[in-house]
């Protein structure tokens, strides 16, 4: 019975983890482009503000709190320290796992309050938090499980 709350704790995690940046992918690599080529001036920037605050609503919402819900009873069930951490495997990898998921809420952070104001930075805040949110996957990869 244990085993099968582990699976389901990490079933959550990882599915929170793929419909994130899942979205973000398909936000960046398919909305976007598209908005572009076909919606003119304030209609564009209207829709994709509106995507963007309802991206944020369910990452602040949902994604974030499942995220960091599952990812600390997994790390509990896991049995890790903070000094193991600074262990070779599983611990770096962890420790480098979550320095870059500091980095993407930062950036996306970021991202959200200088949309507006300062679009270049917006974007580089954007892409920031695509990349890293890769990042964060491919760690998980080589996660070893135990």
Do not use: D, N
């Amino acid at each position: 019975m244990e085993e099968a709350v582990w699976a389901g704790v990490r079933f959550l995690h990882v599915l929170s983890a793929m419909l994130w940046v899942g979205g973000q992918l398909t936000v960046s690599l398919v909305v976007m482009p598209l908005a572009r080529r076909t919606l003119e001036g304030e209609h564009r920037s209207t829709v994709l503000r509106a995507i963007g605050k309802r991206f944020g609503s369910l990452t602040a919402g949902f994604f974030l709190p499942v995220q960091l819900g599952t990812g600390i009873a997994l790390a509990w069930g896991a049995g890790v320290t903070w000094a193991s951490l600074l262990e070779p495997g599983y611990g770096r990898v962890l420790a480098a796992k979550l320095v870059l998921f500091c980095v993407v809420m930062v950036a996306a952070t970021l991202h959200g309050a200088t949309t507006r104001t300062r679009p270049r930075l917006a974007r580089t805040m954007a892409m920031t938090s695509l990349v890293t949110s890769v990042g964060v996957v491919l760690l998980a990869t080589l996660l070893p499980r135990i």
